[in-house]
């Protein structure tokens, strides 16, 4: 089941992209009066294809191969490798034939309407959820073996401020553009006053080893609701008991509660907790709770199920504001930007060496698997993957790589230079080079992708 949904969300996720990609390229010929012979979302290698429908000029089809796209323009050189326009005459319909401005923006398209497709992601989803803001004043739950917990940051740890600059939000801590910078401190509090603590220059290649930050606000186990007639209801748990260890082991954060539980079912465990009778406004203050609350001892035996019947309260500090359609462009134009920027500084680190270029790029099996695993997530976490990956998608094709919209960008901007057409037989050349690299990378990192999962 997760091959099938690991597989179903990347051609998903592959299908909106090549698609958005394309139809910039599509439009913009169109637009200028070029012939479009072919639109292909999935490559038909070898003539195999799922369909295809022929409407005017343009064959519409979807090929077999789910790793991309195509849009074959007339009169231009590209991944067909079509060489029988250039034994006849340009026509005033094909690419070859039209002013170099027109074929610089026809080849500017597909980056361009993936950066469309992000930000319109962004905007929408700032439309619908708005902003929430999760307050510092929540203390930090850091996972064993993290790259945090590498850092010498504990469970409970409040942070104060990065690179020096103060923070209110663990929104402002783990902004993607920290990661991307040169370097990254940690300024916290601690119960024996404030340290600084210094990320490592490959923080990022170690984060894509393990899928995940390792840190995220701290949720203390507080129990909101008790079930009738379940375990901890025959044990005698109430709403608003903070559970402080199982097994006389310590626990801090609910994950750590729902994992010893789960890991026993039908066996007795023994739950440690500590009540204090809530004040009339309802407010939980754990810490009030650690210090003055009544300490109980409880057996209990959890079902087959794993579980013992009790619901989490919300105790983190979180401020949400809904914005109107205005506040909603500026914030969502604010994060494309910095996810752009995050990108160029990330690719400048992989370039420089500072990160693992082995680990810290993925070919299509560790975009399928993070493509699954942010669906898995929710439909929010799934979209701001898709419009990560989009921003991804228009830097690459924009690198002046031959067979890349931003090698053939630099070769239209060339022969507009010198004011004339390179020689066929080079630009020819120049594109099986080209294709030649990309196979070879991709070949790479599909392996890089095994080896390295």
């Known amino acids: 089941m997760d091959f099938i949904s690991t597989t179903f969300y990347f051609i998903v996720a592959i299908f909106i992209l090549v698609t958005v990609h394309e139809l910039g390229h599509f ?23 799922l369909w295809k429908k022929k409407i005017g000029d343009t064959e519409y089809g979807i090929g077999v191969f789910p790793l991309g796209g195509y849009v074959k323009i007339a009169g231009m050189v590209d991944e067909s490798l079509d060489t029988e326009f250039q034994q006849k005459a340009p026509e005033s319909w094909e690419f070859r034939a039209k002013p170099v401005w027109q074929r610089l923006v026809v080849l500017a398209g ?8 992000a930000a319109a ?24 073996g993290s790259v945090y917990a590498s850092m010498g940051m504990q469970t409970g740890d409040r942070f104060v401020a990065v690179n020096g600059k103060p923070v209110e939000y663990w929104e402002e801590v783990l902004s993607p553009e920290n990661f991307a910078g040169r370097t990254l401190t940690y300024t916290i509090l601690r119960d024996d006053g404030r340290r600084t603590l210094r990320a490592p220059a490959d923080i990022l290649t170690r984060i894509n080893e393990t899928q995940a930050l390792g840190i995220r606000p701290l949720m203390p186990p507080v129990i909101d609701q008790v079930l009738a007639n379940q375990p ?14 199982i097994n006389e082991k ?15 079912p039908g066996k007795t465990i023994s739950v440690a907790w500590k009540y204090l009778a809530p004040p009339p406004d309802g407010t939980v203050d754990v810490r009030k709770i650690r210090e003055f609350g009544t300490l109980t001892v409880s057996d209990m035996v959890p079902a087959s199920t794993g579980k013992i019947g009790i619901g989490l309260k919300q105790t983190l500090v979180i401020d949400r504001r809904h914005l109107n359609p205005v506040d909603a462009t500026f914030y969502g134009l604010d994060q494309t930007w910095n996810l752009t920027v995050t990108t160029v500084q990330g690719f400048g680190k992989i370039l420089t060496g500072q990160e693992d270029f082995r680990k810290s790029l993925g070919g299509p099996i560790k975009i399928a698997r993070i493509a699954n695993q942010s669906a898995e997530q929710g439909l929010s976490s799934f979209l701001y993957f898709l419009a990560l990956l989009s921003i991804s998608l228009a830097f690459i094709n924009i690198l002046p790589i031959p067979a890349l919209d931003g090698g053939q960008f630099v070769l239209n901007a060339i022969e507009g230079i010198i004011g004339r057409e390179i020689p066929f037989q080079v630009k020819m050349r120049i594109q099986q080079v080209g294709m030649a690299l990309l196979l070879t990378l991709f070949l790479f990192f599909i392996f890089n992708d095994i080896i390295n999962p």
């Open 121 to 144: 992601i962004l905007i929408g989803m700032a439309s619908v959820y708005g902003e929430s803001r999760t307050s510092v004043a929540n203390p930090a739950y850091v996972e064993e």
């Open 27 to 49: 439009l913009t010929a169109k637009l200028f009066g070029m012939r479009v012979d072919k639109f292909y979302i999935g490559f038909d290698f070898f003539n195999l294809r």
């Open 250 to 264: 310590q626990v801090y954060d609910w994950s750590e509660v729902v994992e010893i539980i789960s890991m026993n």
């Open 110 to 117: 597909g980056v361009s309407m993936n950066m469309v497709l």
């Open 232 to 245: 901890a209801d025959r044990a005698g748990l109430k709403p608003g008991a903070l559970i402080t260890a």
